[in-house]
T-cell receptor, first 114, second 114 residues
Framework: KAGVTQTPRYLIKTRGQQVTLSCSPI?????VSWYQQTPGQGLQFLFE???????NKGNFPGRFSGRQFSNSRSEMNVSTLELGDSALYLC?????????????FGEGSWLTVV | DQQVKQNSPSLSVQEGRISILNCDYT??????FLWYKKYPAEGPTFLIS?????DKNEDGRFTVFLNKSAKHLSLHIVPSQPGDSAVYFC?????????????FGKGTKLSVKP
């Protein structure tokens, strides 16, 4: 069974540009969540999508957005990139809807903003 | 305000001995807890979880203990192996694990010396 797949793995962008990251969840998983990991702030929740709807949202500015498609695949977008957006962006998926779910993470997308 | 705290940034243990990683939380709404292991440049790997209706869960060398009155949980690894050297994250959910919104601690770096 394939795990959570994220693309691209590494990318470099310039300040002011925008970026789109992609995530394919584990087959059958309907919930996709996104997290940002930085050395100073640790792992922080960005948002969660379930059945193409944003179900939960963390405390990030509106420059961070996402969407989920009917096949549960998800994308997140960061517009007007800032140097502080340099981070590891992690996608996670789970069956959701059930208590005691395990949430599985992908390998992450390393974003460097210069 | 950090809702999940791992107060020890690092821990060093001899191979074969017990490793005990601690985690404290402040939000009494948290009812599901997970431990993840993370190597540099990789996504977190799920280790073990526990629901608030239990006080102990065991899986092989890994045991998680939950003390709800103290809002404290701990992960025991017995016996510790050099391959266990990694950063360990404690995470909490207020939804019984049915949604993908996790609050993470900042991690404890475990070093297991041969």
């Amino acid at each position: 069974k394939a795990g959570v797949t994220q693309t691209p793995r590494y990318l470099i962008k310039t300040r002011g540009q925008q970026v789109t990251l992609s995530c394919s969840p584990i087959s059958g998983h309907r919930s996709v969540s996104w997290y940002q990991q930085t050395p100073g702030q640790g792992l922080q929740f960005l948002f969660e999508y379930f059945s193409e709807t944003q179900r939960n949202k963390g405390n990030f500015p509106g420059r961070f957005s996402g969407r989920q498609f009917s096949n549960s695949r998800s994308e997140m977008n960061v517009s007007t990139l800032e140097l502080g957006d340099s981070a590891l962006y992690l996608c996670a998926s789970s069956l959701a809807g059930l208590s005691g779910n395990t949430i599985y993470f992908g390998e992450g997308s390393w974003l460097t903003v210069v | 305000d950090q809702q999940v705290k791992q107060n020890s940034p690092s821990l060093s243990v001899q191979e074969g001995r017990i490793s005990i990683l601690n985690c404290d939380y402040t939000n009494s709404m948290f009812d599901y807890f997970l431990w993840y292991k993370k190597y540099p440049a990789e996504g977190p790997t799920f280790l073990i979880s526990i629901s608030s209706i239990k006080d102990k869960n065991e899986d092989g060398r890994f045991t998680v203990f939950l003390n709800k009155s103290a809002k404290h949980l701990s992960l025991h690894i017995v016996p510790s192996q050099p391959g266990d050297s990694a950063v360990y994250f404690c995470a909490a959910s207020p939804y019984g694990g049915s949604q993908g919104n996790l609050i993470f601690g900042k991690g404890t770096k475990l070093s297991v010396k041969p």
